[in-house]
Structures are given as C-alpha cells and as structure tokens.
C-alpha cells in the first residue's frame, strides 16, 4: 500500500501568509522566533499517522507518540483539544483535489494523538 505523508510545513507557511486567521492554529518551525505557549504540539515537517508527534503542557511532555520521523525538522503549533464522544477522541481529516473537496475521514482514539490503528471511518464524495 501506497503512504502518504502530511507535509507539517505547510502549516506554518500558512498562518504565515495569514497571520491571525480564525480557522488556522498558530504554527511556526522549531527553528523559527514564535511566542511561548502554554500548551502546544511539537510535529515533525514530514510525517503520518501521528507518528512522532508530542503534546506539551507547561514545559512538559504530556503526551507522544514514537516513529521514525523529524530528522527533516519540526513545527511547534498551538494545541486545539480534540471533541470527545463518550471514552473517544474524534479528528475530522478533508482532502481537496484541484481545488475541490473529495472527501473527508473521522478519525477515533482513546489517546489524544490518533494513530494508524486508531478507528477510521473514511467518506467520499461523488457527484
């Protein structure tokens, strides 16, 4: 099976271009001048599936997963808590394709960071 890997950077590119923006977390590179945050998400700029991501919480690690990720560098980027439904998390990934959307998957975990055997419910859209 084909991976696909999320591009992290692309976030930090973004809330550059439109600083402020209501529907953007703050992000910045590791590397880069950004303000302290109280609670933030250390990813790395190429990764999937949660792998290697971190949650901090006043200086310290709160949450992590593990993986073979971040040699290419990180981005810090201000924590949004998850909706939870019952005992579980709930993330909602979209994809667009030339500009248009083609599908979303809700994603569910026990764990605050969802992972590749987190439970995937995966939607298309079709005209």
Known sequence: MEKHYLQQ???AD???????????????FSEDAHPEMEKYVIK????REGANVSIVEN????EAVEGPYGEEGTIVQAFY?????GDSYTLIGSWLINDQPAGIGIRE???????????????IFVE
């Open 109 to 123: 975990d026990r764990a605050l960071i969802t992972q590749d055997l987190s439970r995937f419910y995966p939607h």
């Open 81 to 85: 808590p998850l909706p939870k439904f």
């Open 9 to 11: 950077g692309a976030a």
């Open 59 to 62: 200086g310290k690690v709160v």
């Open 14 to 28: 973004a809330v550059g271009d439109v600083p402020n923006h209501p529907n953007l977390l703050a992000a910045y």
């Open 44 to 47: 790395p700029i190429f990764s």
